[in-house]
């Protein structure tokens, strides 16, 4: 069974420039969630989605990430415009209805 | 949502056991506790889950008591590979799981 496919890998940018990852989940999981890492930290929710609905974006800064999960397959996230703070490892997950979560390998991102 | 207490880091010694334990206080009814292991520059990696009891799979046990305010991780002869952070996090099914990272536990496996 393929895992969570995350592209692309690393990623620079300069501040106030645009970004988009993409994440393509294990097939047939409803939940996709995002994450942000910073160094040293747990992983931050982002957004959480059920099929192509939102259940959670209350940690998403909305003047600036934009998320987006069409047909509830692959899903975007996207940063317009980046600040230097937005220098993380975006993970991406997914699930079938369960507590356990499938992570892909991650965008590192680096704002500078 | 419960959040989570685990030790900042943890130090052992190839070949003995190590037990992590969580504690998670505000834990609700519909609650699991799922643990994680994440090496650098992978994302987290799922080890198990459980909801009361105890648990075991090929990687490691999971004992929970009656109350289940607590949890404990329990990886049987570690080695230098296991060096790692240790996620335990908690979380009921709102549409799809819903759960909050810590800051994780850091062990340290040394020959």
């Known amino acids: 069974e393929a895992g969570v496919a995350q592209s692309p890998r690393y990623k620079i940018i300069e501040k106030r420039q645009s970004v988009a990852f993409w994440c393509n989940p294990i097939?047939?999981?409803?939940?996709l969630y995002w994450y942000q890492q910073i160094l040293g930290q747990g992983p931050k929710l982002l957004i959480q989605?059920?099929?192509?609905?939102?259940?959670?974006d209350s940690q998403l800064p909305k003047d600036r990430f934009s998320a987006e999960r069409l047909k509830g397959v692959d899903s975007t996230l996207k940063i317009q415009p980046a600040k230097l703070e937005d220098s993380a490892v975006y993970l991406c997950?997914?699930?079938?209805?369960?507590?356990?979560?499938?992570f892909g390998p991650g965008t590192r991102l680096t704002v500078l | 949502l419960a959040k989570t207490t685990q030790p900042v880091s943890m130090d052992s010694y190839e070949g003995q056991e190590v037990n992590i334990t969580c504690s998670h206080n505000?834990?609700?009814?519909?609650?699991?506790i799922t643990w994680y292991q994440q090496f650098p520059s992978q994302g987290p990696r799922f080890i198990i889950q459980?909801?009361?009891t105890k648990v075991t799979n090929e990687v490691a046990s999971l004992f929970i008591p009656a109350d289940r305010k607590s949890s404990t991780l329990s990886l049987p002869r570690v080695s230098l590979s296991d060096t790692a952070v240790y996620y335990c996090?908690?979380?009921?099914?709102?549409?799809?799981?819903?759960?909050?990272f810590g800051a994780g536990t850091r062990l340290f496996v040394k020959a």
């Open positions: 996090l908690v979380g009921g099914n709102t549409g799809g799981f819903k759960t909050i």
């Open positions: 505000n834990i609700a009814t519909n609650d699991y």
């Open positions: 097939s047939g999981h409803a939940t």
């Open positions: 989605f059920q099929n192509n609905g939102v259940v959670d």
């Open positions: 459980g909801y009361k």
């Open positions: 997950a997914s699930s079938l209805g369960a507590p356990a979560q499938y």
